[in-house]
């Protein structure tokens, strides 16, 4: 079975600060990685994904995150954040690239951002 | 622009009614899903349906059934609602040539009240 922790519930930063949002996850095989984001009062949207290649992963709106093996992490960062970037944001793990396959989500990070 | 549509945005209920939500998708996908969305939780997956007239359980079934009749509709049920099921009800759904990618589409969201 695979599991996905994220490790802060809450993360404030002010605007222009970087950020960094902590994922953590176990698997029994090799995993696909993702990072999803929900806005106020809409759905969820893809950030970015990891199926394989450069750990190093750029997403849209200058997100990026790193694949970590090893530590069996995929943090997501951010150089300088905008109020935009105010959301909820979900690590998510995938069981393979097999038709069928199903997504398992972290508990969440709110990021709000100060001006 | 493509999109996941949920009928009901926000739906309170008593203890004991039947609930539906509905979730109609206009881009041909194959797969489709229904999430519960809880603080701290993160997603969890209530059922999953890989075509037509096709279903699977997913993490948390019980006290949920589902249907899918059509292609572009899938359909939540709460036989007898519960308290513990008041929730952030997410509909999601996925081409399967991009499955392994796992871009999910999400609807807005259903917030349902039982009381």
């Known amino acids: 079975a695979q599991s996905v922790t994220q490790l802060d519930s809450q993360v404030p930063v002010f605007e222009e600060a970087p950020v960094e949002l902590r994922c953590n996850y176990s698997s029994s095989v090799s995993v696909y990685l993702f990072w999803y984001v929900q806005y106020p009062n809409q759905g969820l949207q893809l950030l970015l994904k990891?199926?394989?290649?450069?750990?190093l992963v750029k997403g849209i709106n200058g997100f990026e995150a790193e694949f970590n093996k090893s530590q069996t992490s995929f943090h997501l960062r951010k150089p300088s954040v905008h109020i935009s970037d105010t959301a909820e944001y979900f690590c998510?793990?995938?069981?393979?690239?097999?038709?069928?396959?199903?997504?398992?989500f972290g508990g969440g990070t709110r990021v709000l951002v100060k001006p | 622009d493509v999109k996941v549509t949920q009928s009901s945005r926000y739906l309170v209920k008593r203890t004991g009614e039947k609930v539906f939500l509905e979730c109609v998708q206009d881009m041909d996908h194959e797969n489709m899903f229904w999430y519960r969305q809880d603080p701290g939780l993160g997603l969890r997956l209530i059922y999953f349906s890989y075509d037509v007239k096709m279903k699977e359980k997913g993490d948390i079934p019980e006290g949920y059934s589902v249907s899918r009749e059509k292609k572009e509709r899938f359909s939540l049920i709460l036989e007898s609602a519960s308290t513990n099921q008041t929730s952030m009800y997410l509909c999601?759904?996925?081409?399967?040539?991009?499955?392994?990618?796992?871009?999910?589409?999400f609807g807005a969201g259903s917030r349902l009240t039982v009381l």
């Open positions: 999601a759904s996925r081409s399967v040539l991009s499955s392994g990618a796992n871009v999910l589409t």
């Open positions: 990891y199926l394989s290649g450069s750990t």
């Open positions: 998510a793990v995938s069981d393979g690239k097999a038709a069928g396959n199903k997504l398992t």
